[in-house]
C-alpha cells in the first residue's frame, strides 16, 4: 500500500478555490486515489475517487498526472462548512477489500 | 436508506473490563470494516468482515477481536482494556469495498 504525504494544515476563505496536494510517489499500477473528509466526532465521509487525467464530481475535482505519482483535490468556491480534516489515500480498492489506510490528513480551515 | 449504525455512542469503562461495540450496516452492504482514532495513532485499522468471514486484518493484539452474522450486522469486542484503548471506534460498511460509508462512531472511554 502506497504511502502518503500531505500538508499537515492549510488556511482559506470563503469564496476561494482550495487546492490540497497529495504525494504518493511509489503508486502503484492498480492503486486508486481516494480523498475522504471527516468532521470532528464523526466518521469520515467519501468524496471523489480517481485512477488517472481528472475526475469531477458534484462536490469536488480530482486531478492526477500522467505519472500518477502525486494528485490534486480541488474544491471549488469553499464555504465555513468546508472545514474538516481531508486524507487522502492509496490502494488497490478492488482486491484490498475494506482495509483502508489513512495517512494524517490535511486539516482546512476556512474563514470568514 | 437508512446510514451505518453504531451502539452505544459513548461508554465508559475501567482497566481490565470488556466491551462489546455494535455496529448496524447499510441495508444490503455485506462489507464491514472497524476502525480506531486517537489523537496519536490517528485512524487505524482494525479488521474487515465479508459475509460473516475476517477478510482483512490490522496489526491489533488478539484482545481485539470481531465477528459479523448472517444479517451482515457486526460487533467488535475488546476484552483486558488498557488506557490506551481510549478511542473513536468507527465502524464502516461497503457495498463494493470502493467506497466505504462510515457511522458516527463510538467513543470509548477507558478510566
Known amino acids: 500500500l502506497a504511502k502518503t504525504t500531505q500538508p499537515i494544515s492549510m488556511d482559506s476563505y470563503e469564496g476561494q478555490e482550495v487546492n490540497i496536494t497529495c504525494s504518493h510517489n511509489?503508486?502503484?499500477?492498480?492503486?486508486?486515489i481516494t480523498w475522504y473528509q471527516q468532521f470532528p466526532s464523526q466518521g469520515p465521509r467519501f468524496i471523489i475517487q480517481g485512477y488517472k487525467t481528472k475526475v469531477t464530481n458534484e462536490v469536488a475535482s480530482l486531478f492526477i498526472p500522467a505519472d500518477r505519482k502525486s494528485s490534486t483535490l480541488s474544491l471549488p468556491r469553499v464555504s465555513l462548512s468546508d472545514t474538516a480534516v481531508y486524507y487522502c489515500?492509496?490502494?488497490?480498492?478492488?482486491?484490498?477489500?475494506?482495509?483502508?489506510?489513512f495517512g494524517q490528513g490535511t486539516e482546512l480551515s476556512v474563514k470568514p | 436508506k437508512a446510514g451505518v449504525t453504531q451502539t452505544p455512542r459513548y461508554l465508559i469503562k475501567t482497566r481490565g473490563q470488556q466491551v462489546t461495540l455494535s455496529c448496524s450496516p447499510i441495508s444490503g452492504h455485506r462489507s464491514v470494516s472497524w476502525y480506531q482514532q486517537t489523537p496519536g495513532q490517528g485512524l487505524q485499522f482494525l479488521f474487515e468482515y465479508f459475509s460473516e468471514t475476517q477478510r482483512n486484518k490490522g496489526n491489533f493484539p488478539g484482545r481485539f477481536s470481531g465477528r459479523q452474522f448472517s444479517n451482515s450486522r457486526s460487533e467488535m469486542n475488546v476484552s483486558t482494556l488498557e488506557l490506551g484503548d481510549s478511542a473513536l471506534y468507527l465502524c464502516?460498511?461497503?457495498?463494493?469495498?470502493?467506497?466505504?460509508?462510515f457511522g458516527p462512531g463510538t467513543r470509548l472511554t477507558v478510566l
Open positions: 489515500l492509496v490502494g488497490d480498492m478492488y482486491n484490498q477489500g475494506g482495509k483502508l489506510i
Open positions: 511509489n503508486i502503484a499500477t492498480n492503486d486508486y
Open positions: 464502516a460498511s461497503s457495498p463494493d469495498s470502493i467506497e466505504q460509508f
